[in-house]
């Protein structure tokens, strides 16, 4: 079975989320996991490692939201340490 490689770059068809191969098929199941192959072309996924990246850009952007919102509470308001940690803590949990 032969399959063309699709036209658009392969960055345009990672950020749409498509099969590397044929440009069609979806390449996530859910959020962060990978399909394992192509709907379209069957091309296997497990060749594809993601590792820690997607926790690590999860972390980041809970990170950056949380300091963000935390330093504007301090310089707006003011509250003692403890309300910084009953708000933040739980916050944190329930974005990652």
Not at 23 to 31: A, D, I, R, S, T
Not at 54 to 75: D, H, K, N, T, Y
């Amino acid at each position: 079975m032969e399959h063309n490689r699709t036209v658009d770059s392969p960055a345009t068809v990672g950020l749409r989320g498509r099969c590397p191969r044929c440009g069609e098929g979806h390449l996530f199941k859910g959020f962060l996991s990978f399909r394992p192959a192509c709907e379209v072309c069957g091309l296997d996924f497990r060749f594809i490692d993601s590792a820690d990246g997607p926790a690590f850009f999860v972390m980041s952007i809970v990170g950056i939201v949380v300091v963000a919102l935390a330093m504007w509470v301090e310089f707006a308001y003011e509250p003692p340490m403890w309300v910084h940690a009953l708000l933040w803590a739980p916050l944190s949990i329930v974005l990652s």
